[in-house]
């Protein structure tokens, strides 16, 4: 009778320790995840405070008022614009007659290799 005495209480003693044991992991567990939520809460509040700060930074009014006082812009009259049969004509020493379009061959190269992911690619580039 006393082994099984001795071992029960050594099964108490087991218990114990291992109860112990979970309930010390749960509480630094639930330590983390407080400490885990209040850093979740300064990172929101500074989250939020940089939003002000831009918001102000991105005024209308304020932008207007720095470009009015560190730019030298004047402001746009309809008489600067030409009309395009003013244009003075192409030199004809830059593409001779009966050559491509230099700049018309490039943006040629880049739609045949460009495709977009909304638009189906040509049959001869899947």
Known sequence: MRIVHLLVIGMLVFA?????RIKMESTSRTERVLRLNAEVREQRDAIAALRAEWAKLDAP???QGLADRHLALKPLVATQ????????????GLVKPGDPDPIGAMIEAID???????????????
């Open 16 to 20: 114990a320790a291992y109860v112990y």
């Open 81 to 92: 614009y030409d009309s395009l049969k003013n244009l003075p004509e192409r030199p004809s």
């Open 61 to 63: 009014l304020r932008l």
């Open 112 to 126: 045949a290799i460009a495709v977009t992911g909304s638009v189906p690619a040509p049959a001869g580039q899947q």
